[in-house]
């Protein structure tokens, strides 16, 4: 029997990797090292845009009018650091802060501070997948930059030449069903070509209103899952079959 599908788009958090790598290291890390990197970063021209999209997800036309209430760099930087804060705290999935979380994560990722955790059966069905021709790709929450150094530094080696590209928040939110309708024109396929693996159903909901396949990730850690859903649950990757 053929493969059913030419692309295979895969969720990080619960799916790929633990929640509990992500909500006990690597959020962590940005709360540790948010103020430090704020000023040591300040001036630097990359930041600018994404202090300007951090101003924007807040209601602001830009960085310059979010902060006309502050009168030096330390009062504007303090607003910044209190607004990421308050994302986190509210675990927001707000595209600035996402954004600054990367920058962070590269500094963590560069310096060997962090090494990114993938579950066991994660490589091997990654080879399989490409071996047979499949392509792969990355949707999350998180920045694309984010996810190529998680996926550049992880304890299994680097992983990055399995995936064919990556989206985030940029092209939709995950659980609206134009964002995977967005994915398949970008991939190039039809949407009922692509298998979407996620832990969160409302994601999976959206991307099978459009024609997709769908896998229920369950691994350790995750939320439980309420039953009346519609889609096959796996706990490892092994349990895809191409045919």
């Keep these: 029997m053929a ?5 295979i788009l895969l969720d990080i958090e619960g799916t790929t990797s633990s929640v509990s790598f992500v909500y006990d290291v690597m959020f962590p890390f940005v709360l540790r090292e948010l103020d430090n990197y704020l000023e040591s970063a300040w001036n630097e021209p990359a930041l ?3 202090l300007d999209q951090i101003a924007q997800d807040s209601g602001s036309s830009d960085f310059a009018s979010w902060t006309a209430d502050c009168t030096d760099e330390s ?11 308050r994302l986190m705290d509210g675990d927001v999935k707000a595209t600035g802060l996402k954004a600054l979380q990367g920058m962070i994560w590269k500094d963590g990722f560069e310096r060997g501070e962090m090494i990114a955790q993938v579950f066991d059966d994660v490589p091997e069905a990654l080879e399989a997948w490409t071996s047979a021709g499949l392509r792969v790709y990355i949707y999350s929450s998180g920045s694309i930059a984010a996810q190529k150094l998680f996926f550049g530094h992880c304890e299994a ?10 989206f985030d928040t940029t092209t939709g939110p995950k659980k609206e069903a134009k964002s995977y309708d967005a994915i398949a024109a970008q991939v190039g396929e039809a949407a009922e070509k692509v298998l979407f693996i996620s832990d969160i159903v409302a994601e999976l909901d959206a991307a099978k209103e459009i024609g997709m396949d769908t896998r229920l990730s369950i691994r350790p850690g995750n939320k439980p899952v309420e039953d009346g859903h519609t889609h096959e649950a796996i706990t490892s990757f092994t349990q895809v079959s191409l045919g």
Excluded: D, M, T
């Design 75 to 85: 009062q504007r930087r303090a607003k910044v650091s209190a607004e990421i804060r």
């Design 157 to 166: 080696g680097n992983l990055l030449g399995y995936f064919s590209g990556h």
């Design 48 to 50: 600018a845009p994404v």
């Design 3 to 7: 493969c059913p599908w030419n692309v």
